[in-house]
């Protein structure tokens, strides 16, 4: 289906110079530049491009079109390899069935597969917004999303058709494309019905002039218009579209490429592992951060640990992200072992312990610990290690790395400020940084999402004084590094005493026979609220409540109000898209309602 390679890159070159459609500039009085007849603002403006991670796409084709950009196994069993120029065809080819089609809204219900990224750069391409959507849903929230979203096209895993449902009763006039993760043996052509859009949108392409890239926003118009729609989980509430545009995607990538060292120099490139559901705050924005420096996507439909470990291996693969509970588990995996090469893992969704993060290393997998939300697109903190603290004992060290620490570069600095009844509303006031006053963490700046889709007052809410209020509670240490605590929610009130859920957890977690832990709240007479413990065991291991209630009783990191009233062991926790242990459910099951996360 591709042209020819000298087609091909003279196609993706006349993006990357002026087209023939440029505004006319009038003149210039007094700095001013007038553009069309408006007044547009400075010189200075006119020399600066609107920022949008489209362009990455055909940059990186016409720099490199051989380079390898994709690698997939497929649902029918073809190891797939695709270079940047065979990437760049299909998300134009992608992108003229939209134009073709005028469809405004794209939806996804795709797992992490190269339809993704085709879909993803295709749809912004052709001035559409994306809706990626967790195909871990409920059927319910999955139509409540794309009615919510106002999607006028779908694009869906065939695993998943099912979930369309009441999508389907509601809107009937909504065109479904399935999308079968399925190509030629021989031609590596897609096959199924997102294949046969392809073949549309390169047949309309050629009879429409043959532009290529030029024929699309690669550069967007508007930085600051919506490019995706990320919605949130919806856990207690109905889910809400978080409004990303292109200017705070291309900033969030930036931040990716420079915080999670994607990028090489000379022969070497950056083999990049979709641990990350793709469908999860946009992927973090890596599917822009790894394109910006020509690395390879190794797409992964589900997470496999032995098949992990063997594209770990033989791949030689240099990043991917993961929340603790996947790491926990890859490193308990029968197959792990020490690599040969390092491995950097961007770490997120809830936050590790410094024992998880020693185990890592041991591993060579050298954990990249970020912190963020939905609306923050992704990561926009780190926690950068300093050389200093190689000279520090084993667990401190580890123990420093695993706090949230500083703002992104491309966004301006993390602050911790007091909350309380006692604070009035939109009152912003910093907590003292002795890494013990606790505060709410907030944050400002370039990668802050715009708001909520149709949703004005959660937008106020969200933005209250200002700045974007994460929910979260930290401490702020003298570093200017912010240590997350809990969520309001999760913090446990005993006898006066306030409990952090995740401090309790770093410490049972380093149980020699223990691999995961959640902890929740029950209800007591004498103090209010203890803690209960829900683990899970390692393989052949065994745990009595009255073993486990000695070794935190014995532990010198348990104060004595600390301790569980009780451990429960299960065979799973429940746990997110990305990993994170699922509060709520602990919640529930604490009082008692084992149907909570049975759906």
Request: with cysteine; proline share 6%.
């Amino acid at each position: 289906m591709s042209p020819t390679a000298k087609d091909r890159l003279s196609n993706i070159a006349s993006q990357l110079v002026p087209s023939s459609s440029s505004p006319t500039v009038a003149g210039a009085i007094n700095n001013e530049v007038v553009i069309d007849g408006r007044t547009r603002g400075t010189i200075d403006w006119f020399n600066h491009h609107a920022l949008s991670p489209t362009f990455f796409l055909p940059r990186a084709a016409q720099i490199e079109p051989e380079a390898p950009a994709i690698y997939h196994r497929t649902a029918n069993n073809v190891v797939l390899r695709r270079t940047y120029g065979d990437f760049a065809d299909r998300a134009s080819a992608f992108a003229y069935y939209i134009k073709k089609k005028g469809y405004k809204r794209v939806g996804l219900l795709l797992t992490n597969t190269p339809a993704f990224l085709y879909a993803c750069y295709g749809a912004n391409a052709a001035g559409s917004v994306v809706i990626a959507t967790n195909y871990r849903l409920k059927q319910d929230d999955v139509g409540y999303i794309f009615q919510h979203s106002e999607a006028d096209l779908v694009i869906i895993d065939k695993e998943y058709i099912d979930l369309l449902g009441d999508f389907r009763a509601a809107k009937p006039n909504v065109p479904i494309l399935v999308e079968d993760d399925a190509v030629d043996p021989n031609t590596h052509d897609e096959l199924g019905p997102f294949g046969d859009a392809l073949r549309e949108g390169r047949d309309y392409e050629i009879s429409s002039g043959n532009q290529g890239w030029n024929g699309l926003v690669a550069q967007a118009p508007d930085e600051l218009a919506v490019n995706a729609l990320a919605y949130t989980s919806g856990t207690t509430n109905r889910p809400k579209g978080v409004e990303y545009t292109h200017r705070g995607c291309y900033l969030g990538a930036m931040g990716n490429v420079i915080d999670s060292g994607l990028n090489y120099h000379g022969t070497d490139r950056c083999r990049y592992l979709w641990t990350l559901p793709m469908f999860h705050a946009m992927g973090w924005t890596f599917p822009w951060a790894v394109t910006a420096v020509r690395g390879t996507h190794y797409c992964l439909r589900k997470i496999d640990y032995p098949y992990i470990w063997k594209l770990l291996k033989e791949e030689q693969i240099t990043h991917f992200c993961a929340a603790p509970t996947v790491n926990t588990l890859l490193c308990a995996d029968s197959n792990a072992s020490k690599l040969e090469q390092p491995v950097r893992v961007t770490v997120a969704a809830s936050p590790p312990t410094a024992h998880l993060f020693e185990v890592m290393e041991g591993m060579n997998l050298h954990p990249v610990h970020v912190y963020g939300l939905t609306e923050t697109y992704g990561p926009i903190t780190k926690g950068y290690q300093l050389s200093s603290w190689y000279d520090l004992p084993t667990k401190e060290r580890y123990g420093k790395m695993a706090r949230q620490g500083h703002g992104f570069v491309t966004s301006l600095p993390v602050r911790v400020i007091k909350t309380g009844d006692d604070v009035p509303e939109g009152h912003l006031e910093d907590v003292q940084k002795d890494g013990k006053e606790i505060g709410e963490i907030v944050f400002t700046g370039n990668i802050c999402a715009r708001g909520y889709y149709n949703d004005e007052a959660a937008t106020r809410k969200l933005f209250a004084g200002g700045v974007l209020h994460s929910g979260d509670l930290a401490v702020w240490h003298p570093d200017g590094a912010i240590q997350i605590l809990d969520r309001a929610k999760d913090i446990i009130i005993s006898g006066g005493e306030n409990i952090s859920s995740v401090a309790l957890e770093s410490v049972v977690i380093t149980h020699p026979d223990i691999l995961e832990c959640g902890v929740a709240a029950v209800t007591d007479e004498q103090w209010g609220e203890r803690p209960k413990a829900f683990i899970t065991v390692k393989p052949g291991k065994k745990m009595t409540n009255e073993a486990f209630i000695q070794w935190c009783r014995d532990h010198p990191a348990m104060s004595r109000f600390m301790i569980p009233r009780e451990c429960e062991v299960v065979d799973e926790l429940p746990k997110t898209s990305t990993g994170k242990i699922r509060k709520n459910i602990l919640r529930a099951w604490a009082k008692g309602d084992r149907s909570a996360g049975s759906e």
